[in-house]
């Protein structure tokens, strides 16, 4: 199957820091979405991007399908954002397959 | 419009035992997804249910198994616990559409614990 990989696997910043997580993935999709997971599990969905580029506030993403790849940017963070971050892709079934996620922790 | 529920979100059980973890996806959307979440192997996708009928489905074992009503909520079970199937259990809803968008939106999740 579709072989997706974050980077990097945890990062520690301070408040205020801005950062930027890379999803790759081996084949072409036609989904790809940005989660974060809390504290309690749940998947807090925060961006659907199989293509192009969009904004959220502090959030931002661009995918470059015909590179296999995706980014995350977080801006201005804040300790609310510690947590993980998942990219998960789908290719023509409706599944998604994971990556094993970005840890990330905001120091205040 | 509310989100997608899971019921019950915590359960522990014993090795042997039998479980059952119900799913009511988003008003509207047709297709229900599980996924399995452990600290060893990730996310992991179980099954698909779209308009009563499984459309998709993992590499798991016929342990885990899984159906939809006709009002698209979703239940999974899975027989004869092991103490690897201790694990955190998504729920996700999406509308389902063939070659659509298809955005998937999650519930909290069941968390399941097997002694």
């Given at each position: 199957g579709i072989q997706v990989e974050q980077s990097p696997p945890d990062l520690i910043l301070q408040e205020g820091a801005n950062s930027t997580l890379r999803c790759n993935f081996s084949d072409s999709v036609n989904n790809l979405q940005w989660f974060h997971q809390n504290p309690w599990g749940q998947l807090i969905n925060l961006f659907y991007i199989p293509s192009g580029t969009k904004q959220n506030g502090r959030l931002s993403a661009t995918t470059v399908a015909t590179e296999r790849y995706s980014l995350l940017y977080i801006s201005?963070?804040?300790?609310?954002?510690s947590g993980v971050y998942f990219c998960a892709v789908k290719t023509g079934a409706n599944n998604l397959f994971f990556g094993t996620g970005t840890r990330l922790t905001v120091i205040p | 419009k509310a989100g997608v529920t899971q019921t019950p979100r915590y359960l522990i059980k014993t090795r042997g035992q039998q479980v059952t973890l119900s799913c009511s996806p988003i008003s509207g959307h047709r297709s229900v997804s599980w996924y399995q979440q452990t600290p060893g192997q990730g996310l992991q996708f179980l099954f698909e249910y779209f308009s009563e009928t499984q459309r998709n489905k993992g590499n798991?074992?016929?342990r885990f198994s899984g159906r939809q009503f006709s009002n698209s909520r979703s239940e999974m079970n899975v027989s004869t616990?092991?103490?690897?199937?201790s694990a955190l259990y998504l729920c996700a809803s999406s509308l389902?559409?063939?070659?659509?968008?298809?955005?998937q939106y999650f519930g909290p999740g069941t968390r399941l614990t097997v002694t």
């Open positions: 201005s963070s804040q300790t609310t954002d | 798991f074992p016929g616990l092991e103490l690897g199937d389902g559409t063939s070659g659509g968008a298809n955005e």
